[in-house]
Protein backbone atom coordinates (compact mmCIF):
# COMPACT_ATOMS: atom_id res chain seq x y z
CA UNK A 1 0.00 0.00 0.00
CA UNK A 2 1.34 3.43 -0.85
CA UNK A 3 0.07 6.54 1.22
CA UNK A 4 1.20 10.05 -0.18
CA UNK A 5 0.10 13.50 2.00
CA UNK A 6 -0.51 16.54 0.71
CA UNK A 7 -1.51 20.11 2.40
CA UNK A 8 -3.02 22.81 0.29
CA UNK A 9 -3.89 25.91 1.25
CA UNK A 10 -6.90 25.35 3.52
CA UNK A 11 -6.81 21.83 3.87
CA UNK A 12 -4.79 18.16 3.80
CA UNK A 13 -5.11 15.75 1.06
CA UNK A 14 -4.37 12.08 1.74
CA UNK A 15 -3.99 9.77 -1.10
CA UNK A 16 -3.89 5.75 -0.62
CA UNK A 17 -2.76 3.32 -3.16
CA UNK A 18 -3.12 -0.14 -2.95
CA UNK A 19 -5.23 -3.70 -3.67
CA UNK A 20 -7.50 -3.72 -0.84
CA UNK A 21 -6.71 -0.02 0.05
CA UNK A 22 -10.79 0.57 0.60
CA UNK A 23 -10.28 -0.83 3.84
CA UNK A 24 -9.41 2.40 4.82
CA UNK A 25 -13.20 3.48 4.69
CA UNK A 26 -13.31 2.45 8.47
CA UNK A 27 -11.33 5.26 9.12
CA UNK A 28 -14.48 7.47 8.79
CA UNK A 29 -15.69 7.96 12.48
CA UNK A 30 -18.76 5.58 13.23
CA UNK A 31 -20.73 8.43 14.57
CA UNK A 32 -21.08 9.88 10.78
CA UNK A 33 -23.91 9.42 8.12
CA UNK A 34 -22.17 8.59 5.01
CA UNK A 35 -23.70 9.31 1.90
CA UNK A 36 -22.23 6.40 -0.75
CA UNK A 37 -22.68 7.76 -4.17
CA UNK A 38 -21.74 5.08 -7.03
CA UNK A 39 -22.71 4.03 -10.14
CA UNK A 40 -25.55 1.26 -10.34
CA UNK A 41 -23.28 -0.97 -12.52
CA UNK A 42 -21.16 -1.02 -9.54
CA UNK A 43 -21.80 -2.78 -6.59
CA UNK A 44 -20.67 -1.55 -3.04
CA UNK A 45 -20.96 -4.85 -1.30
CA UNK A 46 -17.30 -4.70 -0.16
CA UNK A 47 -17.52 -1.23 0.05
CA UNK A 48 -20.40 -1.77 3.01
CA UNK A 49 -18.29 -4.37 4.92
CA UNK A 50 -16.08 -0.99 6.29
CA UNK A 51 -19.27 1.65 7.22
CA UNK A 52 -21.67 1.77 10.13
CA UNK A 53 -24.14 4.64 8.95
CA UNK A 54 -24.10 4.61 5.50
CA UNK A 55 -26.92 5.39 2.72
CA UNK A 56 -26.99 3.88 -0.30
CA UNK A 57 -27.39 6.31 -3.27
CA UNK A 58 -26.99 4.58 -6.92
CA UNK A 59 -26.34 7.01 -9.81
CA UNK A 60 -26.29 7.53 -13.00
CA UNK A 61 -22.52 8.35 -14.50
CA UNK A 62 -20.91 9.16 -18.02
CA UNK A 63 -21.22 12.44 -19.30
CA UNK A 64 -24.81 12.89 -19.67
CA UNK A 65 -24.40 13.06 -15.56
CA UNK A 66 -22.65 15.74 -15.74
CA UNK A 67 -25.58 18.09 -16.35
CA UNK A 68 -26.44 20.98 -13.64
CA UNK A 69 -30.24 19.33 -13.31
CA UNK A 70 -28.95 15.89 -11.93
CA UNK A 71 -26.79 17.41 -9.31
CA UNK A 72 -29.93 19.30 -8.02
CA UNK A 73 -31.47 15.83 -7.83
CA UNK A 74 -28.72 14.18 -5.82
CA UNK A 75 -28.51 16.95 -3.49
CA UNK A 76 -32.01 16.71 -2.52
CA UNK A 77 -30.93 13.39 -1.59
CA UNK A 78 -28.48 14.58 1.12
CA UNK A 79 -30.97 17.12 2.23
CA UNK A 80 -34.38 14.51 2.27
CA UNK A 81 -31.86 12.12 4.54
CA UNK A 82 -30.96 15.13 6.79
CA UNK A 83 -26.96 15.27 6.12
CA UNK A 84 -25.18 18.40 8.21
CA UNK A 85 -21.71 19.54 7.48
CA UNK A 86 -19.81 17.29 9.87
CA UNK A 87 -21.40 14.11 7.47
CA UNK A 88 -19.38 12.15 4.62
CA UNK A 89 -19.96 12.13 0.91
CA UNK A 90 -17.85 9.33 -0.42
CA UNK A 91 -17.85 9.40 -4.36
CA UNK A 92 -17.29 6.06 -5.86
CA UNK A 93 -16.44 6.05 -9.75
CA UNK A 94 -14.90 7.00 -12.70
CA UNK A 95 -14.01 10.74 -13.66
CA UNK A 96 -17.77 11.66 -14.15
CA UNK A 97 -19.03 10.45 -10.74
CA UNK A 98 -16.05 12.41 -8.63
CA UNK A 99 -16.59 15.00 -10.63
CA UNK A 100 -20.25 15.63 -9.62
CA UNK A 101 -20.22 14.44 -6.57
CA UNK A 102 -17.34 16.43 -5.87
CA UNK A 103 -19.14 19.34 -6.83
CA UNK A 104 -22.67 18.42 -4.93
CA UNK A 105 -20.06 18.00 -1.61
CA UNK A 106 -18.45 21.44 -1.88
CA UNK A 107 -21.89 23.06 -1.90
CA UNK A 108 -24.47 21.65 -0.42
CA UNK A 109 -24.44 23.35 3.18
CA UNK A 110 -21.01 25.21 1.65
CA UNK A 111 -18.99 21.42 1.94
CA UNK A 112 -19.32 18.11 3.65
CA UNK A 113 -16.31 15.96 4.01
CA UNK A 114 -15.59 14.33 0.93
CA UNK A 115 -13.59 11.16 0.10
CA UNK A 116 -12.99 9.76 -3.61
CA UNK A 117 -12.98 6.52 -4.48
CA UNK A 118 -11.74 6.38 -8.34
CA UNK A 119 -12.85 2.89 -10.06
CA UNK A 120 -11.45 3.83 -13.39
CA UNK A 121 -7.60 4.49 -13.92
CA UNK A 122 -8.60 8.00 -15.28
CA UNK A 123 -10.00 8.77 -12.19
CA UNK A 124 -7.14 7.32 -10.32
CA UNK A 125 -4.59 9.21 -11.98
CA UNK A 126 -6.09 12.68 -12.36
CA UNK A 127 -9.77 13.04 -11.64
CA UNK A 128 -10.07 11.89 -8.46
CA UNK A 129 -7.10 14.13 -7.13
CA UNK A 130 -6.63 18.18 -6.95
CA UNK A 131 -9.69 18.79 -5.84
CA UNK A 132 -11.45 20.32 -9.51
CA UNK A 133 -15.23 19.08 -9.31
CA UNK A 134 -17.44 20.30 -12.46
CA UNK A 135 -20.67 20.16 -14.28
CA UNK A 136 -21.39 20.71 -18.33
CA UNK A 137 -23.46 24.19 -19.36
CA UNK A 138 -25.15 25.13 -22.85
CA UNK A 139 -22.19 22.74 -24.41
CA UNK A 140 -19.32 23.62 -22.80
CA UNK A 141 -17.34 21.28 -20.51
CA UNK A 142 -16.68 22.18 -16.69
CA UNK A 143 -18.27 25.53 -17.11
CA UNK A 144 -20.04 25.44 -14.04
CA UNK A 145 -17.53 24.01 -10.50
CA UNK A 146 -15.50 24.84 -7.57
CA UNK A 147 -12.44 23.84 -6.43
CA UNK A 148 -12.80 21.25 -3.00
CA UNK A 149 -10.25 18.73 -1.96
CA UNK A 150 -11.13 15.67 -1.02
CA UNK A 151 -9.88 14.44 2.22
CA UNK A 152 -8.70 11.27 1.14
CA UNK A 153 -8.58 9.64 -1.95
CA UNK A 154 -8.49 5.88 -2.20
CA UNK A 155 -7.60 4.47 -5.19
CA UNK A 156 -8.25 0.36 -4.75
CA UNK A 157 -6.39 -1.37 -8.03
CA UNK A 158 -8.72 -4.34 -7.30
CA UNK A 159 -11.62 -1.84 -9.59
CA UNK A 160 -9.12 -2.43 -12.38
CA UNK A 161 -10.07 -6.43 -12.99
CA UNK A 162 -13.68 -5.21 -14.05
CA UNK A 163 -12.49 -2.46 -15.88
CA UNK A 164 -12.72 -2.75 -19.96
CA UNK A 165 -9.33 -2.08 -21.63
CA UNK A 166 -10.60 0.71 -23.60
CA UNK A 167 -11.29 2.52 -20.57
CA UNK A 168 -7.76 1.92 -19.25
CA UNK A 169 -6.87 3.58 -22.75
CA UNK A 170 -8.76 6.50 -21.80
CA UNK A 171 -6.80 7.13 -18.45
CA UNK A 172 -3.38 6.49 -20.15
CA UNK A 173 -4.19 9.54 -22.33
CA UNK A 174 -3.83 11.55 -19.32
CA UNK A 175 -0.76 9.60 -17.64
CA UNK A 176 1.15 10.16 -21.15
CA UNK A 177 -0.06 13.91 -20.88
CA UNK A 178 2.10 14.14 -17.37
CA UNK A 179 4.97 12.11 -19.82
CA UNK A 180 4.88 14.71 -21.88
CA UNK A 181 4.69 18.13 -21.10
CA UNK A 182 6.17 17.31 -16.59
CA UNK A 183 8.16 13.86 -16.13
CA UNK A 184 10.18 12.70 -18.89
CA UNK A 185 11.20 9.53 -17.26
CA UNK A 186 7.06 8.69 -16.98
CA UNK A 187 7.25 9.06 -20.54
CA UNK A 188 10.20 6.55 -21.12
CA UNK A 189 8.19 4.33 -18.47
CA UNK A 190 4.82 4.28 -20.68
CA UNK A 191 7.17 3.44 -23.54
CA UNK A 192 8.32 0.31 -22.42
CA UNK A 193 5.20 -0.99 -20.37
CA UNK A 194 2.23 -0.78 -22.98
CA UNK A 195 1.62 -4.73 -22.54
CA UNK A 196 1.72 -5.11 -18.79
CA UNK A 197 -0.50 -1.99 -18.67
CA UNK A 198 -3.27 -3.55 -21.19
CA UNK A 199 -2.58 -6.36 -19.73
CA UNK A 200 -3.65 -5.24 -16.31
CA UNK A 201 -0.57 -5.98 -14.51
CA UNK A 202 -1.62 -4.45 -11.38
CA UNK A 203 2.06 -3.49 -10.13
CA UNK A 204 3.35 -1.78 -12.71
CA UNK A 205 -0.57 -0.23 -12.48
CA UNK A 206 0.11 1.09 -9.27
CA UNK A 207 3.50 2.75 -10.40
CA UNK A 208 1.84 4.32 -13.18
CA UNK A 209 -1.23 5.74 -10.74
CA UNK A 210 1.64 6.64 -8.04
CA UNK A 211 3.68 8.41 -10.65
CA UNK A 212 0.80 10.31 -11.72
CA UNK A 213 -0.77 11.34 -8.57
CA UNK A 214 3.08 12.35 -7.29
CA UNK A 215 2.65 14.90 -10.92
CA UNK A 216 -0.47 16.17 -10.24
CA UNK A 217 -0.04 16.61 -6.45
CA UNK A 218 3.12 18.88 -7.22
CA UNK A 219 1.25 21.03 -9.15
CA UNK A 220 -1.95 21.37 -7.76
CA UNK A 221 0.50 22.25 -4.32
CA UNK A 222 2.37 25.39 -6.41
CA UNK A 223 -1.16 26.59 -8.12
CA UNK A 224 -4.30 25.42 -6.33
CA UNK A 225 -6.96 27.80 -7.90
CA UNK A 226 -5.50 28.15 -11.26
CA UNK A 227 -4.62 31.81 -10.57
CA UNK A 228 -0.81 31.51 -11.09
CA UNK A 229 -0.15 30.22 -14.82
CA UNK A 230 0.71 26.80 -13.10
CA UNK A 231 -1.65 24.21 -12.61
CA UNK A 232 -2.55 25.30 -16.61
CA UNK A 233 0.46 22.84 -17.55
CA UNK A 234 -2.54 19.89 -16.07
CA UNK A 235 -4.66 21.38 -18.89
CA UNK A 236 -2.46 20.27 -22.09
CA UNK A 237 -4.26 19.09 -24.79
CA UNK A 238 -7.94 20.05 -23.39
CA UNK A 239 -8.65 23.39 -25.22
CA UNK A 240 -8.50 21.23 -28.41
CA UNK A 241 -9.65 18.32 -26.11
CA UNK A 242 -13.03 20.04 -25.04
CA UNK A 243 -13.62 21.57 -28.63
CA UNK A 244 -13.73 17.52 -29.50
CA UNK A 245 -16.35 16.69 -26.85
CA UNK A 246 -18.20 20.07 -27.46
CA UNK A 247 -18.49 19.45 -31.49
CA UNK A 248 -19.23 15.67 -31.01
CA UNK A 249 -22.19 16.20 -28.68
CA UNK A 250 -19.93 15.07 -25.88
CA UNK A 251 -20.47 11.20 -27.22
CA UNK A 252 -16.33 11.67 -27.85
CA UNK A 253 -15.18 10.82 -24.30
CA UNK A 254 -12.83 12.79 -22.62
CA UNK A 255 -9.51 10.67 -23.16
CA UNK A 256 -9.88 10.32 -26.95
CA UNK A 257 -10.70 13.56 -27.33
CA UNK A 258 -7.48 15.28 -25.30
CA UNK A 259 -5.27 12.54 -27.10
CA UNK A 260 -6.76 14.72 -30.77
CA UNK A 261 -5.99 17.39 -28.67
CA UNK A 262 -2.48 16.88 -27.55
CA UNK A 263 -1.41 16.25 -30.56
CA UNK A 264 -2.78 18.98 -32.33
CA UNK A 265 -1.90 21.88 -29.27
CA UNK A 266 2.03 19.91 -29.66
CA UNK A 267 1.68 20.87 -33.60
CA UNK A 268 0.17 24.64 -32.87
CA UNK A 269 3.29 24.97 -30.24
CA UNK A 270 5.79 23.40 -33.07
CA UNK A 271 4.33 25.64 -35.58
CA UNK A 272 4.66 29.13 -33.41
CA UNK A 273 8.19 28.12 -32.75
CA UNK A 274 7.61 27.07 -29.12
CA UNK A 275 8.29 22.96 -29.24
CA UNK A 276 11.85 21.64 -29.83
CA UNK A 277 12.31 19.75 -33.20
CA UNK A 278 10.88 15.36 -32.78
CA UNK A 279 8.04 16.90 -29.99
CA UNK A 280 5.19 16.22 -32.62
CA UNK A 281 6.88 12.97 -33.51
CA UNK A 282 7.38 11.79 -30.12
CA UNK A 283 3.76 13.15 -28.57
CA UNK A 284 2.25 10.55 -32.01
CA UNK A 285 4.48 7.86 -30.84
CA UNK A 286 3.35 7.76 -27.77
CA UNK A 287 -0.65 8.13 -28.47
CA UNK A 288 -0.26 6.08 -31.55
CA UNK A 289 2.02 3.09 -29.05
CA UNK A 290 -1.06 2.87 -27.05
CA UNK A 291 -3.75 2.65 -29.77
CA UNK A 292 -5.36 6.06 -29.06
CA UNK A 293 -6.53 8.59 -31.60
CA UNK A 294 -3.60 11.30 -33.26
CA UNK A 295 -6.50 13.12 -35.74
CA UNK A 296 -10.32 13.71 -35.63
CA UNK A 297 -10.14 11.10 -39.06
CA UNK A 298 -9.92 8.17 -36.29
CA UNK A 299 -12.82 9.38 -34.30
CA UNK A 300 -15.99 7.51 -34.18
CA UNK A 301 -18.34 10.68 -34.11
CA UNK A 302 -17.84 13.65 -36.64
CA UNK A 303 -17.51 16.91 -35.17
CA UNK A 304 -19.28 19.83 -35.66
CA UNK A 305 -16.46 22.93 -36.07
CA UNK A 306 -18.40 25.61 -35.15
CA UNK A 307 -19.88 23.89 -31.97
CA UNK A 308 -16.05 22.91 -31.27
CA UNK A 309 -14.77 26.42 -31.51
CA UNK A 310 -17.98 27.96 -29.92
CA UNK A 311 -16.32 26.07 -26.96
CA UNK A 312 -13.18 27.31 -27.05
CA UNK A 313 -14.18 31.07 -26.87
CA UNK A 314 -15.53 30.06 -23.24
CA UNK A 315 -12.37 28.04 -22.37
CA UNK A 316 -12.34 28.71 -18.74
CA UNK A 317 -8.01 30.15 -19.63
CA UNK A 318 -9.31 32.83 -21.64
CA UNK A 319 -8.11 36.40 -20.32
CA UNK A 320 -8.42 39.37 -22.14
CA UNK A 321 -9.20 37.87 -25.64
CA UNK A 322 -5.90 35.38 -25.16
CA UNK A 323 -5.54 32.04 -23.89
CA UNK A 324 -3.09 30.90 -21.74
CA UNK A 325 -1.44 27.94 -23.98
CA UNK A 326 0.86 25.46 -22.13
CA UNK A 327 2.67 24.47 -24.60
CA UNK A 328 5.37 21.27 -24.57
CA UNK A 329 8.93 22.37 -25.43
CA UNK A 330 10.82 19.01 -24.86
CA UNK A 331 9.49 15.78 -23.36
CA UNK A 332 9.14 16.48 -19.92
CA UNK A 333 8.61 20.43 -20.37
CA UNK A 334 6.86 23.24 -20.86
CA UNK A 335 6.08 26.84 -21.20
CA UNK A 336 2.96 29.07 -21.13
CA UNK A 337 2.12 31.23 -24.14
CA UNK A 338 -0.44 33.68 -24.05
CA UNK A 339 -2.08 33.03 -27.66
CA UNK A 340 -4.77 35.53 -29.11
CA UNK A 341 -8.29 33.81 -29.25
CA UNK A 342 -7.81 34.09 -33.32
CA UNK A 343 -4.80 32.98 -34.31
CA UNK A 344 -5.91 29.75 -31.57
CA UNK A 345 -9.66 29.44 -33.93
CA UNK A 346 -7.35 29.15 -36.82
CA UNK A 347 -5.10 26.76 -35.52
CA UNK A 348 -7.99 24.38 -34.40
CA UNK A 349 -9.89 24.93 -37.52
CA UNK A 350 -7.11 23.33 -38.65
CA UNK A 351 -6.74 20.48 -36.67
CA UNK A 352 -10.55 19.46 -36.29
CA UNK A 353 -11.29 19.87 -40.51
N1 LIG B 1 -11.68 16.86 -12.08
C1 LIG B 1 -10.60 16.57 -12.77
O1 LIG B 1 -9.47 16.99 -12.43
C2 LIG B 1 -10.72 15.71 -13.99
C3 LIG B 1 -9.56 15.19 -14.57
C4 LIG B 1 -9.68 14.39 -15.70
C5 LIG B 1 -10.94 14.09 -16.21
N2 LIG B 1 -12.05 14.59 -15.60
C6 LIG B 1 -13.39 14.22 -16.09
O2 LIG B 1 -13.55 12.83 -15.92
C7 LIG B 1 -14.54 12.36 -16.84
C8 LIG B 1 -14.08 11.07 -17.49
O3 LIG B 1 -13.88 10.11 -16.49
P1 LIG B 1 -13.88 8.54 -16.86
O4 LIG B 1 -13.07 8.32 -18.07
O5 LIG B 1 -13.53 7.82 -15.61
O6 LIG B 1 -15.39 8.29 -17.31
P2 LIG B 1 -16.68 7.68 -16.60
O7 LIG B 1 -16.86 8.15 -15.25
O8 LIG B 1 -17.79 7.91 -17.56
O9 LIG B 1 -16.35 6.11 -16.56
C9 LIG B 1 -16.13 5.43 -17.76
C10 LIG B 1 -16.95 4.13 -17.83
O10 LIG B 1 -16.36 3.16 -16.97
C11 LIG B 1 -17.38 2.54 -16.18
N3 LIG B 1 -16.70 2.09 -14.96
C12 LIG B 1 -16.23 2.84 -13.95
N4 LIG B 1 -15.55 2.07 -13.08
C13 LIG B 1 -15.62 0.80 -13.53
C14 LIG B 1 -15.09 -0.42 -13.08
N5 LIG B 1 -14.29 -0.49 -12.01
N6 LIG B 1 -15.35 -1.54 -13.79
C15 LIG B 1 -16.10 -1.48 -14.93
N7 LIG B 1 -16.61 -0.33 -15.42
C16 LIG B 1 -16.36 0.80 -14.73
C17 LIG B 1 -18.39 3.62 -16.00
O11 LIG B 1 -19.65 3.10 -15.63
C18 LIG B 1 -18.39 4.27 -17.38
O12 LIG B 1 -19.22 3.53 -18.25
C19 LIG B 1 -14.76 13.49 -17.85
O13 LIG B 1 -15.99 14.11 -17.59
C20 LIG B 1 -13.62 14.44 -17.57
O14 LIG B 1 -13.94 15.76 -17.89
C21 LIG B 1 -11.96 15.38 -14.51
O1 LIG C 1 -6.76 19.20 -12.61
C1 LIG C 1 -6.61 20.00 -13.53
O2 LIG C 1 -6.29 21.18 -13.34
C2 LIG C 1 -6.83 19.58 -14.92
O3 LIG C 1 -6.87 20.40 -15.82
C3 LIG C 1 -6.99 18.12 -15.18
C4 LIG C 1 -7.72 17.77 -16.45
O4 LIG C 1 -7.27 16.50 -16.85
C5 LIG C 1 -9.23 17.67 -16.29
O5 LIG C 1 -9.81 17.17 -17.46
C6 LIG C 1 -9.96 18.89 -15.79
O6 LIG C 1 -11.28 18.57 -15.47
C7 LIG C 1 -10.02 19.99 -16.82
O7 LIG C 1 -10.36 21.13 -16.15
P1 LIG C 1 -10.96 22.43 -16.82
O8 LIG C 1 -10.58 23.50 -15.88
O9 LIG C 1 -10.35 22.60 -18.16
O10 LIG C 1 -12.42 22.23 -16.92
ZN1 LIG D 1 -8.52 15.71 -18.45
Redesign the pocket.
Same mark, same amino acid.
Given at each position: MIKISEDFCNTSTQVIIGQNAISHLSEIGENKKVAVFH $?K? *?SIDEVKKYLKNYYDFPID???E??DISYSLKLIKDLFEKGFDRGDYVVAI =??? %? #? %??VV?FIASIYMRGLNLVNV $? !? !? *???MV??? *?? /?? %? =?V?FENV??VL =?TFYQPSVIIADLN? #?? %???VE?IK? =?IA?VIKYGLVLDKELYDFLALHKEDIYNKDLSVLETVVYKSALN?LMVVKEDERETKGIRIV?NFGHTIG?AV?AGSGFKI?? /?YAISVGMVCEAKIAEEMGYAEEGVVEDTTWILSHYELPISVDSLSEKIDVEKAIGAITKDKKVRGGKLLMPFPTRIGDWKRVDVPLETLKGFAEQCLR
Open positions: $PK *IDGEAK =GGG %T #V %TDG $P !T !T *ILGDAA *IG /GK %T =GNKN =GF #VK %TLPEK =GEKLHEPH /G
